[in-house]
């Protein structure tokens, strides 16, 4: 009876693994009236964008910095318009940026699912008590989907 | 000569009657561009949810929180989403969650229609005073929603 | 080379004239890509829809209060969706609510478009103040939005 | 046991009865810790205050208009800091500013207590039905105050 | 070093027990810069507020409506004001205020703690999930607002 | 596998060169799913169009007035609509309404691209900081907008 | 009767006249209860602050960028802080940050005094037109606080 | 002239090392107008504040879930309250709750300062591109504040 229309979930954090593409089959395959947003996952583009196009710098914070503007653009616009938001901290990595996202959609008032394994536990317990949920596999984010969207 | 466009309506609260069919029913009837929105009303599914998706646990207190997160990505989600939030009191059960999503909603200076017999009146008096309309029953409610939607 | 989208126009006030099929004619005329949006104007049909739906009241003051929440379901959620907000005051009336209409739509940061005679520029002086603009005929709103909206 | 602090009521419309002044008394005498906001109410000073500052207009629209702003810039500052508005409507006078006052107060989500006699209640139902509370009289407000501050 | 400032506290909820006055013992005895905030607690008086100030109704629907305004004066003024707001589920009672409140303060970013028997649990999951804390006691709630506002 | 949707870009700022259609060029050409919103760029109709379409005014100041009122409606609808702001600023004349255009656009959160020469980069420092990007040519803000919306 | 309470007044804007020193001495003979912001206005340190504190940029651009930030800092709270920004554009210079500060203060809703001589009308037309009122002397804004704060 | 207030600043983030001290002496000896807010610092008081409190748990993953709830009172009520909020990150411990806070912190409007070593530079660019400002000793964030809050 009800149709709960389209859902625009951002996939947010780590970007050294196939978790993204498997939720993209995940989602795919249940069929779910999904629009899934993510950052740019290519590491050296990501890094290097801003001297791409606007020129050069000598010093690597800058070179940083205006990189992390033009990246800024895309994640902060996608985070606004996203539903769900879906956090993935992976083994290794500070993936403070990660952890940016998610506390920047936490105060939007955006659900965030978070997505790590269990030796994380402790260390993002505060994060964590600020999701509405935690998985551990991708799939069971499109479980946690699934029933969020589309179960009668 | 007006086009007031499609509205999303949510119906929130009692999940022990029929109440929400009868609503499809009546705007699928008279034709409204509604698209009507709503929680999950399978009360062992609802229940278990987060459990089941993402394991067991043996306090009954954290099997409901882990459910609950879940069922609040849906409901939250689709309360913010809504033009107009429609919530049930049925004759029995507490319903805290339906209250709960009625200030939810009308925080968020979304119209409510509350959906009630009249033995309620008294214990409902706070909630029936910010909302927008108290309807008895479900043919009324779709006779508010003809006229805020429809009426030329 | 700009698309600037379709917009949304609510037509707040006034309901004894056509002024509103006016602004419609010289819309569609003009060819703007604009979404009208109205409250009911059958004035029988506006104070009495809360008795109608919900039952009557002995009391008058209660019978007007039913039908005003109706009322606001659809004017709140019209003037939150749209994009510019037109308001008529008319010759005579009180049209309290209309004012009230305009000081809502400009907590909100709406545009808003006064219509009226010069004889209540004074009494309107404080809506014209908040208005971005003030017209006399429903021709001169026509052209408005055709610059706002379509103007290269 | 509850100390609720010192709240701010915003007194907008009708200047031309001492309605005021018995709020005022009223709220000394019970002892409420109540800071009184109100526009300018010195009615000449009110429509000449922008070409007295910032100089003479030839056109009377342009007169008002330049007043109406300086005046917007303390009402509309006052009601965002109030706690509460009081509305009153008079006997007699347009006062589009009030009802437009009142509808800027909702949408940000103020409670409105609209004053005025019963011969107006037609022709506010749409405030009063956004208000929290209608008055008759100051006294009124001042008892409705009271309860709302200060009763244990 | 920190100083953390004066907190302000709103106690929702149930009226039949002393758990108000113990959190205000406890409060004063552990010394903490909180301004407890409170509904009204008479609960005939509450309930008769309305037609008690601005006269009697014939049914008893809108006696009621009529004193809800007033209170929500107060409570929808308080909640917002407040930094923290703790909501008492009692043993019996619907109490679908309280629950309302819960989820208006939610919906405006509030913590909330929620303080209830555990029989309540089940029935209070979404709420309890939504609170940042959920206690059995008074006291229990006293040693978060310490750990909270004044723990170094 | 993501699909980020369409992006409403707004492009404010100078209007005497071609900088919006080269952009416009470099959109089309790179198939971005971009909908530019831009405001009146005709110099004479924009100035005028108060007068135009409301009447003549005597005096300059309102002559100015009633324009600026007609494309503010256009102008703060559309970066109100925009999910990303250009700002340029060329090499001559004062243009404050483009740096306006950016302040505004700031405290709504949306992400601001600039784009000058050079030599004005101590004089918008204030502005560039607050932007994600500074760009010197229109292909640069095409080659943002690219990797923002539609880099792998 | 009325106790309008003290007001927080940003004047932003121009550096090289003793404007800011005559609102603050009328203000204070006036006995106005205002509470005066400013950003720094020693230009020197204003454009060094940045690579004073935190060590030397050899790029200009990033020179100006760190001074930027920590200029925001300051300037942006105190836009949020105050209930009034007075913005002055002096004869020369491009003061795009004024016009900035103007656009950001209106987007939050904050009313704004511009305050330039007249042969800036026409190129500040967009901006006087977002303000509430326009004057031409400090003296003039000192009246027009006069009257919004204190007169009776 | 100008009387900037009393600032309130939060320091976020590292719990081992003497930052947070270094910066309230700074402060004081500057004599700065501001308030310091802080989380708990205490670890093993912050980590057990849950199940001390509200009992034992079995699951460690709730055992953290309780405490980092209580914590989270705390923490977002400050940063909510706080006009600047400085984010320390150390040498080591990945701190996923530091860049947690600076993302809520910016979502919010609110100025971030991050504190950090230059080896984090790389790691950190997204979240110091989201702040005003970069320092590298608590000195350094002292020089900040002085400037923002207090130099003429």
Redesign the interface.
Known sequence: ?????T??VY?AGGIHSDW??RI?DGVREAGLPV????P???HG?SDD??VN??GA??????H???????????????I??A??VVVR?AEKY????????????????K?V?TLHPPE?????????????????TPE?VV??LR???A??
Do not use: C
């Open positions: 009876m009800a149709q709960n229309g859902w625009r996939l993204r593409s993209a629009e899934l947003l993510a740019v996952t290519d583009a964008v801003g196009i606007m710098e000598d010093d690597k914070f800058w940083d910095h205006k990189g992390a503007g033009v990246n800024a653009i895309r994640t902060q616009t996608l606004r318009r539903d769900v901290f500070k993936q403070w940026n990660a952890a940016f996202d998610a506390g920047f959609a936490v105060a939007l008032g659900p699912i994380h536990d402790h260390a993002l317990k505060e994060i964590d008590r600020a999701a509405m949920a935690t998985a551990e069971q479980e946690v029933y969020a969207i179960k009668d």
